[in-house]
C-alpha cells in the first residue's frame, strides 16, 4: 500500500472525491409515476442512485389529473433540477404546464399523443415522425396493397399519418380504421374479418397488446393470410408462444439492441436486485429503460454546464434561472443510452432514431433489419 502525504496526497484526495461526487452530487431529481407503476418507480430510484442524484419521487392514481400540478408544486420547492414524468397523456399536460411556468426541465419515457411544440419538454420515447418514416418503409417493403389500422379509443392516430397519405386519391392502396373500446374488442375484429380484411397495423398500449392478439385469435385472425404490424416497442417483451404456430405474421419494433448491449444486461441485473424479481433483458419495457437513459441525459448535461438549484413557488410563480440553459445542453448533448444514441430536434423530440425490426417466427423472436 502506498500512502502519500503533504500537498500531493491533499491534492488526490481532493480529485477522488471530485470524481466520486460525479455531476449529479447534491443535486436533485424529480418523478411522478403511477401508484400502480412498480418497475417505473424502481428504476428511477435505481437510476438516480447509480449517476449520484438524490431522488424526490411523488406517486398519483390513473385520472387523477389535479393531483399531479399540486405534486409538482410541491417537488419544485425542494429545488431539483428537473422531473421525469412517467404518467403521459392528460397528466403529462399538467405537468408541462408548471414546469414551463417554473422554467424547470421536464423528461418524458412515454409516447405523448398530446404533443405541442414547448421548450421546457425533452421525450426519450420515439416520436410520432420517427414511427411514421418507419412504418412508411416497413409497409412499402411488405408490399401491402390494402391495410386496416386499429387503433385503441384514447390513442390519437398522430404516429401514422404518413399511413393515411399512402391511401390518397392518387394512390392505388386502401386503407381504413377501426376503433377498438371496452373490454372486448371481438366485435370490431370480426366485422374486419367479415370484410376479408388480412394486413392490420395496431397503435395501442402496451397494456392492450395481448387483449388484442387473444381476442384476434378467438375470431380466426390469426391465420396464414394475416400479418400485423404492433407499433409498441413492448410486442417482445411478452410471451408469445402460443401465436408462434398459426402461421400469422406479426412484426414489431424494439429500441434496444440486445445482443451488443453489455449495459442492458447490467442495468437488468441491478433492477432484478432492487425488485426481487428475475427478468431477462428482453422481458424489461421499454419505459422502465427510458427512465435510465433520461437521468443520464441530466448527468451528462451537468458536466457540460454549471447550475445552482433553486427552491421556487407556484404561488409566487417563480422561475429557475438555469433552466433553459440546462435543457439547452440537454436537448444537443450527443449521448448513448441503452436505447441507442440520444438525439433531439428542436422541439425536445427524439425523431432521429434507429428501430430495430422484429418478427415472430415458429422458432421464437427473430431481428430482421434495423431502420
Not at 49 to 75: A, K, P, W
Not at 86 to 93: H, I, L, P, V
Not at 208 to 221: F, T
Not at 341 to 359: A, K, S, V
Amino acid at each position: 500500500m502506498v500512502c502519500l502525504t503533504g500537498a500531493m496526497g491533499t491534492l488526490l484526495w481532493i480529485g477522488l472525491l471530485m470524481v466520486s461526487a460525479g455531476a449529479g452530487a447534491d443535486m436533485t431529481l424529480g418523478g411522478i409515476f403511477y401508484e400502480d407503476d412498480v418497475d417505473m418507480q424502481s428504476a428511477f430510484n435505481l437510476s438516480t442512485r447509480m449517476y449520484n442524484f438524490t431522488s424526490s419521487m411523488r406517486t398519483v392514481q390513473r385520472g387523477q389529473i389535479l393531483e399531479v400540478s399540486e405534486h409538482v408544486c410541491d417537488l419544485v420547492k425542494e429545488g431539483l433540477i428537473g422531473i421525469i414524468d412517467g404518467t403521459g397523456g392528460r397528466s403529462s399536460e399538467h405537468i408541462q404546464a408548471v414546469c414551463d411556468m417554473l422554467e424547470v426541465p421536464h423528461v418524458l419515457v412515454q409516447h405523448n399523443d398530446l404533443f405541442t411544440a414547448n421548450w421546457s419538454i425533452l421525450n426519450l420515447y420515439p416520436s410520432g415522425e420517427a414511427y411514421n418514416t418507419a412504418l412508411e418503409k416497413l409497409i412499402i417493403h411488405k408490399g401491402w396493397q390494402s391495410f386496416t389500422v386499429l387503433y385503441v379509443k384514447g390513442h390519437i392516430l398522430g404516429r401514422v399519418d404518413n399511413l393515411f397519405r399512402l391511401g390518397n386519391e392518387t394512390s392505388d392502396m386502401i386503407v381504413s380504421v377501426r376503433e377498438l373500446s371496452g373490454e372486448d374488442y371481438r366485435d370490431v375484429l370480426i366485422e374486419a374479418k367479415e370484410s376479408e380484411f388480412t394486413n392490420f397495423v395496431v397503435d395501442c398500449p402496451s397494456q392492450n397488446i395481448e387483449l388484442v392478439l387473444n381476442h384476434s385469435q378467438q375470431v380466426g385472425l390469426l391465420a396464414d393470410e394475416h400479418s400485423y404490424i404492433f407499433l409498441s416497442p413492448d410486442l417482445f417483451t411478452l410471451d408469445l408462444t402460443q401465436y408462434r404456430y398459426g402461421g400469422v405474421n406479426v412484426t414489431g419494433f424494439r429500441l434496444m439492441d440486445l445482443k451488443q448491449n453489455k449495459k442492458m444486461w447490467e442495468y437488468t441485473a441491478d433492477l432484478n436486485e432492487e425488485t426481487g424479481q428475475t427478468r431477462e433483458p428482453e422481458e424489461i419495457k421499454t419505459e422502465v429503460v427510458l427512465i435510465h437513459d433520461a437521468v443520464k441525459v441530466f448527468y451528462e448535461a451537468l458536466k457540460k454546464v454549471a447550475v445552482e438549484p433553486q427552491e421556487l413557488s407556484c404561488d409566487n410563480y417563480d422561475s429557475w434561472a438555469y433552466g433553459s440553459s440546462l435543457l439547452n445542453f440537454m436537448r444537443t448533448n450527443k449521448i448513448n443510452g441503452i436505447t441507442r444514441q440520444l438525439l433531439f430536434d428542436g422541439f425536445g423530440q427524439r425523431t432521429n432514431i434507429n428501430l430495430e425490426i422484429m418478427e415472430l417466427t415458429p422458432a421464437g423472436n427473430q431481428s430482421v433489419s434495423i431502420l
